[in-house]
């Protein structure tokens, strides 16, 4: 979802050092020795109320995070649903051959269901909250104003980039016409578009890259090793939209997670992703009507 011209598609940490064997575990990223959170002095009235529960890395939880992480990837409940609405004879292309937008709407708000559901239940397992994981230590109004600060130049880049790989590598814009841009086609279906993009884009895959990275970070080699990785998958995840969108919206979701990782928040990358998503839809409603 990131070429107007054709449619949509779908601070710091404190430096890591030897804790204290006294200090205060909550004080822990993640329950991790060594990797202290950005958070406050005792001064501040807001650390304490936003300070994340510690959670203790276990030995033994390699094999479980690993199940965890693939299962809430998006890719096996996408694969699930969209074989159960295809056996509910929900139809899935048009004569075109083109995705319909009752399918996208209907397989992406399930989803949507079913990543939350799943992200809430494994956090729950281990003592640990969605809040946590979305919150971290830090304001979320001050989060939600740098997602707002940030989101234009995302655009600017996200275009600047197409451009650049259209001259670089034009072999890599292998798809032309987005197939999303038709489903947007009159006012009602870029308003439900807008809908899905929101729940789909800003809260479902910022809270799958999250739960994700922080599963890495934990049990799984690192999270900087889950960022590459998932940024790798989030990127072939639209390579029904071209090679270039693949690069593209991969290098997105890597700037995203990168904003969780340093900040221990996603409020500023949920927000940025929903403005990003909303521009994309008023950039390809635009060039419809011109």
């Not at 030897?18 to 575990?25: G, I, L, M, R, W």
């Amino acid at each position: 979802m990131v070429d107007p011209g054709r449619g949509l598609g779908l601070g710091q940490p404190t430096v890591a050092s030897e804790p204290d064997p006294e200090s205060d575990p909550a004080d822990w990223k993640h329950g991790r020795p060594g990797e202290l959170l950005d958070v406050a002095s005792e001064t501040d009235p807001e650390s304490d109320s936003a300070a994340p529960s510690p959670v203790e890395p276990t030995p033994g939880r390699f094999v479980p995070s690993l199940i965890e992480v693939i299962l809430c990837s998006g890719f096996p409940t996408q694969l699930v649903l969209s074989a159960l609405l295809a056996a509910a004879g929900l139809a899935v292309l048009t004569p075109a051959g083109e995705p319909t937008l009752r399918y996208i709407v209907t397989v992406t708000l399930l989803d949507v269901v079913v990543v939350v559901a799943l992200v809430t239940t494994f956090l729950h397992a281990r003592d640990e909250t969605v809040r946590d994981l979305v919150l971290g230590a830090r304001p979320p109004a001050r989060e939600a104003a740098l997602g707002v600060l940030i989101t234009p130049p995302v655009v600017v880049g996200a275009v600047a980039g197409l451009l650049l790989i259209a001259w670089l590598a034009p072999g890599l814009r292998n798809v032309p016409d987005n197939p999303f841009g038709a489903m947007l086609d009159t006012p009602g279906s870029a308003l439900l578009f807008a809908l899905v993009v929101v729940l789909a884009g800003g809260l479902r895959e910022e809270l799958q890259r999250a739960f994700i990275l922080r599963r890495f970070d934990q049990h799984l080699g690192g999270g900087w090793l889950g960022l590459v990785v998932f940024s790798i998958a989030f990127g072939l995840g639209h390579s029904v939209q071209g090679w270039d969108t693949v690069i593209v919206t991969g290098a997105l979701g890597a700037l995203w997670g990168a904003l969780y990782l340093t900040r221990g928040s996603a409020v500023a990358a949920m927000v940025s992703h929903t403005g990003f998503n909303l521009t994309q839809i008023a950039l390809a409603m635009l060039g419809t009507q011109a």
